[in-house]
């Protein structure tokens, strides 16, 4: 089986409560009146100041960190001004994750044989993955595989595709880094519902794990949670749910308000499916690893798995301290389950996450 030798989540120095942010994302959005009329229906009532307050304090998200300082964002005019800073900030929170993580791990830079980089914030090419590797010492003869459009459920998947690759390469070592600069897709003319509900809800952050096969686990003596079995599941008729416009105003969102009730429809399935297939069930599970999509998500998977408040305690810590990171988020969870709560070795765990497409993915693991 596939070891996860180390994980090691990163965010920018730049932390503010989330009162501070709403109020400056009031000021670009809202105007100098305070006062605006959303997207949309003209019989809506205007969005103001406390109403934008009212809907940031539901997200529950208490601090977030920021690649750049608040007063920065107010600079930015347009998606070259975005995705430049994102060029800027995004290698240097990737090379601090992998660097970080690799030494955890005791793994040498130069035994890594496989990189797969995941973002949806930013665009980069050559991709994110080769713009770290002389930073990190990768080899030249390195094998990269950079992935896009995933966003949330990317954290997890990258783990699942690490386990295919490195159950055919049992003797190598596979890297995973995240990176999402969430802060850079600000929208000044979108007043719709879901720019403001994801203005007051996704932070910046990275993180990267190290995978290693079973060979290679063994010779080299490196023990951690071991992944198990994995399951992708692409839900029907969803491709409007969640996700991107792309155009010239850069990356505008799709946040549909049906998420919450397509995750009590299929995740439960899903992960009960996958439990059964192992002869585990629910209650024998010690650890979950969720990604924090937001309340309401939490809540459904809270509701249709019949946890107990605790189990997803990590995930409710990590959407307040720093906001939903998209792909970084389960890997922000994973590594605070790992090094807070420590999970009985030999039990079970499963590590899950939603995102556009839309869809899930599942990761059984076993601590």
């Given amino acids: 089986m596939t070891t996860l030798a180390a994980v090691h989540a990163v965010v920018p120095e730049h932390r503010y409560p989330q009162d501070e942010i709403t109020r400056a994302f009031a000021e ?3 105007g100098p009146s305070g006062a605006s009329s959303p997207d949309g229906d003209g019989g809506t009532a205007p969005v103001t100041l406390a109403a934008l307050q009212r809907l940031h304090a539901n997200t529950r998200v208490e601090h977030r960190h920021l690649a750049f300082p608040l ?15 994102f060029l800027q900030a995004a290698p240097e929170l990737a090379t601090a994750a992998v660097t970080k993580a690799l030494a955890q791990a005791g793994v040498p830079a130069e035994h890594v044989d496989l990189v797969l980089s995941t973002t949806t914030t930013g665009l980069a090419v050559p991709s994110l993955d080769a713009l ?3 930073r ?3 080899r030249p003869d390195l094998k990269r595989m950079p992935l896009f ?7 997890a998947a990258g783990v699942a595709r690490m386990h295919d690759y490195l159950l055919g390469h049992p003797d190598q070592v596979a890297v995973l880094v995240a990176v999402e600069l969430c802060s850079l897709t600000l929208q000044r003319d979108d007043r719709s519902m879901a720019n403001l509900v994801a203005s007051g809800l996704f932070g910046d952050g990275a993180a990267a794990v190290v995978a290693v096969g079973a060979e290679y686990a063994h010779r080299h003596g490196i023990a951690g949670p071991t992944v198990v079995d994995t399951r992708s599941h692409l839900y029907p008729d969803t491709q409007h749910v969640m996700g991107w416009d792309l155009g010239t105003h850069g990356l505008r969102v799709v946040l549909d308000a049906g998420v919450p009730a397509l995750t009590r429809q299929y995740l439960g399935p899903d992960i009960r499916g996958l439990l059964d297939e192992h002869d585990l069930t629910v209650d ?4 979950w690893v969720s990604h924090p999509g937001g309340p309401k998500v939490i809540e459904a998977i809270q509701d249709v798995l019949a946890l107990p408040p605790a189990a997803l305690e990590p995930t409710w810590r990590s959407l307040a301290d720093v906001g939903n990171l998209s792909s970084v988020s389960v890997l922000h969870v994973l590594e605070d389950t790992l090094t807070r709560r ?3 070795a030999g039990t079970p765990g499963v590590m899950m996450a939603l995102g556009p497409g839309f869809g899930a993915e599942v990761v059984l693991l076993c601590w």
């Avoid at 459009?149 to 954290?155: K, M, N, Q, W």
């Avoid at 024998?284 to 650890?287: L, P």
């Fill in 28 to 30: 670009v959005v809202l």
């Fill in 71 to 85: 007063s920065r964002y107010r600079e930015l005019t347009d998606f070259t001004d975005a995705n430049g800073l």
């Fill in 132 to 134: 770290i590797a002389g």
């Fill in 136 to 138: 990190v010492g990768f």
């Fill in 149 to 155: 459009g995933l966003g949330c459920v990317a954290g």
């Fill in 284 to 287: 024998e599970v010690t650890g």
């Fill in 342 to 344: 420590r999970p009985r």
